[in-house]
Nanobody
Framework: QVRLEESGGGLVQAGGSLRLSCDAS????????LAWFRQAPEKERELVAA????????YYPDSMKGRFAISKDNAKITVDLQMNSLKPEDTAVYYC????????????????WGQGTHVTVSS
């Protein structure tokens, strides 16, 4: 079984930064896209950022632009999410997902998911 595993979650104070990492081994072929989603309690899962592995093109929903940056590390085969100026409303479970067909905006279009990593932002 190929890996798709998140790491880096934890507790951080408001205004702080956190960097999440996703082991993307086995999901870098063809037109594959890797993405970060998040889901807060009693809320729907939403896209944070996505990246195409082959050329590094990125996509951010308007609401995520500015404080979040997605990147890939070709040597480590990881997809990272840099989160800055964190707010309590960013508290959620963050998931790494893969879509063999490329970047898409909805969770339904992604076929593979990690187990999630918890991010808690305190006031």
């Amino acid at each position: 079984q190929v890996r798709l595993e998140e790491s880096g979650g934890g507790l951080v104070q408001a205004g702080g930064s956190l960097r999440l990492s996703c082991d993307a081994s086995g999901y870098t072929f063809g037109d594959s896209a890797l993405a970060w989603f998040r889901q807060a309690p009693e809320k729907e899962r939403e896209l944070v950022a996505a990246i195409t592995w082959s050329d590094g093109s990125t996509y951010y929903p308007d609401s995520m632009k500015g404080r979040f940056a997605i990147s890939k590390d070709n040597a480590k085969i990881t997809v990272d999410l840099q989160m800055n100026s964190l707010k309590p409303e960013d508290t959620a479970v963050y998931y790494c997902a893969a879509n063999p067909r490329g970047i898409a905006g909805t969770a339904y279009e992604y076929d593979y998911w990690g187990q999630g990593t918890h991010v808690t932002v305190s006031s």
